[in-house]
């Protein structure tokens, strides 16, 4: 993962999340690889999405690319 | 997913990700449908760390929590 995309994802999102979702309370490490997954998850779809943009021609990223790229998962 | 997850992640760092990964431009609608993937990943795997914490008797979600939780994906 770039260090690029870990800026533009909060920590602090992950340990919300995980709470709301029902956890009682959450580890340091678990936040951060929660965080780290995310991340590496985001920039696969977002690789793969715009792949399929330009192999259909646009320079625009459109959401057909993004669930083309999920379901290529 | 939960109005309440909806809130965390910004729908706008879902467009500085995909820029940042290379698209030249990204449709709003595209900015949504990763939002919304991610949003669904998240929970996913919140829900099921929560679980697999519950398993071991712990109240705490640990970071093996969280790499079971993407394993079992």
Redesign the interface.
Known sequence: V?D??KR??PLA??E???K????????D??K???KE??EE???K???D??RY?EHAGR?????E???LA?KQR
Do not use: F
Request: glycine share 2%; proline share 0%.
């Open positions: 770039s690029s995309t533009l994802i999102a992950m919300r999340i995980l709301q979702a029902g956890a009682e309370r959450v580890s490490k678990a951060t690889a929660m997954v995310v998850i985001v920039e779809i977002s690789k999405a715009i943009a320079k625009t990223v459109k959401s690319d993004i669930k999920v």
